[in-house]
Structure formats: structure tokens, C-alpha cells
């Protein structure tokens, strides 16, 4: 599976657009992008994923570039339970094993 | 919405004794799995399921067994616990293979510490 590229860490105003990148720069073309979240001392939380099109869930908004090179996860408005470790990760489907790969990911502060 | 619950929150166990950790899916998902995640690790797999009384080693088997009676139910088992198993241990559910049905959605961790 694909490396994933993201910032440590980001700030946001409570209310405001959360706008988290990621680089991918080396996603073949039957990798997905999947992000997920994971709120302190808490499980991982399914967010969404895409392949090339953008998708909307009632969580966020994943926006691809026409490369597939990079991706920006949108939170519209976000809230400060939103504060979280936020997971990009790159992976293809019906592979061996399916095991997720989660790197770094973003601490996320939300802030009031 | 999936659930998927796991039997206890936070353990404290003594080196050596027998640990059972527990994950219960309600939404009739094929493929369950079993990851621990540790700082500057990341999540790492351990053991995974497809069906009923099937499993396959991930990554790091190794001290652990799993088993998989029921399509609902996935059980880790640490046959004879360390300080090295101390860790947060994270069991995750998908429906089947393929598409959307691969999406992964996990448990609320249990958190383990070996005295």
C-alpha cells in the first residue's frame, strides 16, 4: 500500500471549515483513499473514503485531486468534540488481509 | 450503525495468567479482525478472520490465540500474558471483501496493563 503524507499536527477555530491534506504522490490506480479518526484513548472512527471522485458523507467531505496525488478531508463546521488524531491512509481492496496502515496521522486541536 | 463491542474497557493482569479479550459485532460482518497499537508503532495486526473457524496470523501472532465460534463473536487469547502485551488492543469488523464492504469499523479498545 501507498505512504501517506501528513502534518503533525493543525489548528482550528470551533465553527469554522477543518481542512486536513494529505499526499499520496505514489497511489497506484486501484488504491482507495480511506481517512479515519481516533479521539483520545478511544477506537479508530470511520470517516470515509473515495477512489477518484469526491464524496460526501453527513461527517465530511473528501476532495481528490485529478492525479489522485493528494486529498484534503473537509470538516464543515467543526465542533470541539472533533478534536482528534485524523488518519489518511491508502489502501487497496481485496487484498490478503485487508489490514489497515495507520501512520502519524494529524492532531486536530479544535479550539473554542 | 455498526457496532462492534469488546468485553472490558481497561484490564490489570499479573505476568503469566491466561487473558481473554472479547469482541462481539452486531451487524452480521464476515471478516473480524484484531490489531494492538502502541506509541510510535502504530496499529499493528494480529490475527483476522474471514468466517466462522477460520483465522489467519497478521503480523505479530506470536503469544496470542484467537478463536471464532460464532460469526458474531472473535476472542483473543494471551496463553500466558507478559509486559511486553501491555498495550491498547483495538478488534475491528468488515462485511466481506470488496468495494464498501471492506470498510473496517472498530471497537472502543481495551486498554491492558501486565503487572
Known amino acids: 500500500d501507498a505512504k501517506t503524507t501528513q502534518p503533525t499536527s493543525m489548528d482550528c477555530a470551533e465553527g469554522r471549515a477543518a481542512n486536513l491534506p494529505c499526499n499520496h504522490s505514489?497511489?497506484?490506480?486501484?488504491?482507495?483513499v480511506y481517512w479515519y479518526r481516533q479521539i483520545h484513548s478511544q477506537g479508530p472512527q470511520y470517516i470515509i473514503h473515495?477512489?477518484?471522485n469526491n464524496e460526501t458523507n453527513e461527517m465530511a467531505s473528501l476532495i481528490i485531486t485529478e492525479d489522485r496525488k493528494s486529498s484534503t478531508l473537509i470538516l464543515p463546521h467543526a465542533t470541539l468534540r472533533d478534536t482528534a488524531v485524523y488518519y489518511c491512509?491508502?489502501?487497496?481492496?481485496?487484498?490478503?488481509?485487508?489490514?489497515?496502515?495507520f501512520g502519524t496521522g494529524t492532531l486536530l486541536a479544535v479550539q473554542p | 450503525d455498526v457496532k462492534v463491542t469488546q468485553s472490558s474497557r481497561y484490564l490489570v493482569k499479573r505476568t503469566g495468567e491466561k487473558v481473554f479479550l472479547e469482541c462481539v459485532q452486531d451487524?452480521?460482518?464476515?471478516?473480524m479482525f484484531w490489531y494492538r497499537q502502541d506509541p510510535g508503532l502504530g496499529l499493528r495486526l494480529i490475527y483476522f478472520?474471514?468466517?466462522?473457524?477460520?483465522?489467519e496470523k497478521g503480523d505479530i501472532p506470536e503469544g496470542y490465540s484467537v478463536s471464532r465460534e460464532k460469526k458474531e463473536r472473535f476472542s483473543l487469547i494471551l496463553e500466558s500474558a507478559s509486559t511486553n502485551q501491555t498495550s491498547m488492543y483495538l478488534c475491528?469488523?468488515?462485511?466481506?471483501?470488496?468495494?464498501?464492504?471492506?470498510?473496517?469499523?472498530f471497537g472502543p479498545g481495551t486498554r491492558l496493563l501486565v503487572l
Open positions: 478472520s474471514y468466517d466462522v473457524k477460520m483465522k
Open positions: 451487524m452480521d460482518h464476515e471478516n
Open positions: 475491528a469488523s468488515s462485511l466481506s471483501s470488496g468495494g464498501y464492504q471492506e470498510t473496517q469499523y
Open positions: 491512509i491508502v489502501r487497496h481492496h481485496g487484498g490478503a488481509t485487508n489490514k489497515l496502515i
Open positions: 505514489t497511489i497506484s490506480g486501484n488504491e482507495y
Open positions: 473515495g477512489l477518484k
